[in-house]
């Protein structure tokens, strides 16, 4: 189940993830419980976008910081990924109306639809560990327009869950969204990883006689941090 960001101090995102993987390290003797890792992904994100038409470019920034919390624990031969809260921070956002247009400035307040973060699974393959997660965008512009695109926001590599009509790591322009780890680096007690990509796109729609281009751009930095503890460290 995954529910929208909120906004203010009701800005937590409630998301229920729960899922098995086969990982071979850290076994338990049988005695006592079963380890337990905590695991924190904090995501920040900065882009813009312009659509264009013949009144003129409709321009938008944003940023936000999304920071999600769980655990990893032994279950047996396999781990348990359980969700423990997630919560969108710094959100902001502004839209510039066309130069030739009875449109007006955007400001948050106008911004009713928010990002949404999905942890969909974690996965192995051949001794890599990959997380694999999405984010719900939303129909931009906000000012009018002959039309509208959906605001892509950062995924994954290899996400099982693409969004609709995108391939999303086709258009990233520097550095990585892989996010994976050698099975062995779950082993050490406490783990910090960074990964950091751009992706930029132009999208383009024909609307009677004339063309509409739509262009987005976004930077996201992502750090991973698992270290053994219980869900109370959260």
Known sequence: MTMKLGRGAAAGLALAALCILPLGTAV?????????????????????????????PVAGNYS???????????????????????????????????????????????????????????????????????????????????????????????TTQPGPGVKYDDFVVDGSNLVQFGEGEFADAALEKEFAWTWRRNQSALEQDVTIHCYQSHKAQLTVRVRLGSDRDI
């Open 28 to 56: 338990s003797d049988g005695e006592g419980p079963a380890p337990r890792w905590t695991l924190e992904l904090v995501l920040s994100v900065a882009g813009i976008y312009r659509v264009t038409d013949e009144a003129g």
């Open 64 to 158: 936000f910081t999304v920071r999600w919390q769980g655990t990893l624990e032994r279950d047996d031969v396999d781990w348990r990924l359980t969700h423990g809260q997630c919560a969108l921070e710094d959100w902001k956002a502004q839209e510039q109306p066309a130069p030739k247009s009875r449109g007006r400035v955007m400001t948050i307040e106008d911004f009713k639809d928010m990002p949404a973060f999905r942890f969909h699974y974690i996965l192995q393959d051949k001794g890599r560990v990959m997380i694999d997660f999405g984010m719900d965008g939303f129909p931009i512009p906000l000012n009018p327009s002959r039309e509208s695109f959906l605001l892509t926001l950062p995924a994954s590599g290899k």
